[in-house]
């Protein structure tokens, strides 16, 4: 092996001052070095970092690669399996067993029905927006609520629960809680949705949930299942919305155009997706030894995937640090690649298409109503990057 070949000595904590949409300084750095760098994990298990996109993207489609929890090579003691119906961090067959009931309830068809629905929750959100105004945190009256209300409803969770669900999920995904909270959250949201499996069991609605209850997944696997489905489909969501404003308007020629063209609204989301990637990093372990980039990769070895180095590598991406509306963004790994790629990556497109384009043409003076400098952001910490809170205002 290469003496020079980079080293990254541990996950930065923080990104750059200023640059709040960009990747963490470091990463960016190994990524100039090469595709592929040595990492030593958190728990002192030697490891790899790849931050260049098509060794990850080859890493995603490789099965010799296992996205196992019970695998991680990553802290000094066993990691036990993933909890039944978190199929996230599974393989096949078991991977397939859950995933597969889903695929036909998320395909783009099902999803597009699904815009007038969604341009009405938008539309709602907005009218309220407006009438409270001419200031709003744009996270709780806009980003939060449209997915919120979508995946709720897709999996029948009744209206007068999802302020306390979705205060759950922000506790356990956003990085910035104890141990004792976020462990305490996690199980408050498992006990509501075993009561809530329970509940469709004993009478199905028409919802997804209610589906599944036809078939022979049990209590626990749809309580895994439903886990899943509701934090990615609310969390992921809400912070691209939330960012991708902040983003805009921090571009605003870029914000502009799109204004000008409501017809760039999809090629906009794609690059937004790219340029953000709040789903920052996964890890797949070695089950076989594998080399990688020019580099052996061992049996047991975990290594870290750079989702948001890989979309801002300048060999796929020219002038990859930049947010350009008219790029052509396709390819992007902001919803992974391969057996995993996200599920409800035909949903969420769904919601920004519709959720930018209304709000860039309800509020053409939109703007930060503070100094962008001072817009509360997630912790690097957390699973999914985005801001806390978005105070936005425009004229009346």
Not at 61 to 83: C, G, H, I, Q, T
Request: net charge negative; charged share 25%.
């Amino acid at each position: 092996m290469s003496e020079s070949l980079h080293t990254v000595t541990t996950l930065p904590a923080e990104r750059r001052p200023g640059c709040p949409f960009d990747p963490p300084a470091e990463l960016i750095e190994a990524r100039e070095h090469g595709p592929i760098s040595r990492y030593t994990h958190p728990g002192g298990k030697p490891g790899w970092m790849i931050t260049g996109y098509d060794l990850v993207r080859s890493v995603l489609a490789d099965s010799r690669f296992s996205a196992r929890k019970d695998l991680l090579n990553v802290v000094d003691f066993e990691l036990p399996p993933a909890p039944p119906g978190e199929f996230l961090l599974m393989d096949e067959p078991q991977h397939g067993r859950y995933r597969k009931p889903l695929v036909g309830k998320f395909t783009a068809r099902r999803m597009r029905l699904l815009t007038e629905r969604v341009e009405q929750i938008t539309a709602d959100c907005l009218d309220a927006m407006e009438q409270a105004g001419p200031t709003a945190d744009l996270v709780t009256a806009f980003a939060k609520p449209i997915p919120t209300i979508i995946i709720c409803e897709l999996l029948g969770v009744p209206y007068e629960d999802r302020d306390s669900f979705q205060e759950q999920i922000d506790t356990f995904m956003g990085g910035a809680t104890s141990d004792e909270e976020l462990i305490a959250a996690y199980t408050a949201t498992q006990e509501y949705l075993a009561r809530l499996v329970a509940a469709k069991r004993a009478k199905p609605t028409d919802d997804v949930l209610s589906e599944l209850t036809d078939s022979d997944l049990s209590d626990e696997e749809l309580k895994g299942i439903s886990l899943i489905l509701l934090a990615a489909g609310f969390d992921t969501t809400a912070n691209m919305l939330s960012l991708g404003t902040f983003a805009l308007l921090r571009n605003p020629e870029q914000l502009a155009a799109l204004r000008a063209d409501p017809t760039l609204v999809d090629q906009a989301v794609e690059e937004l997706l790219r340029y953000l990637t709040v789903a920052k990093s996964f890890m797949r372990t070695a089950l076989e030894d594998v080399e990688v980039g020019g580099q052996l990769i061992e049996a047991g070895t975990t290594v870290v995937l750079s989702y948001n180095t890989a979309n801002r590598d300048p060999e796929r991406y020219p002038d990859p640090h930049a947010l350009d509306l008219g790029r052509e963004a396709g390819g992007h790994l902001a919803f992974g690649h391969g057996i995993h790629l996200c599920l409800g990556a035909q949903l969420a497109r769904v919601e920004m298409r519709v959720a930018f384009t209304a709000l860039v043409s309800r509020f053409p003076t939109l703007r930060l109503a503070v100094p962008a400098e001072e817009v509360a952001l997630r912790p690097e910490a957390a699973d999914i990057y985005g801001v806390k809170s978005l105070p936005v205002t425009w004229d009346v």
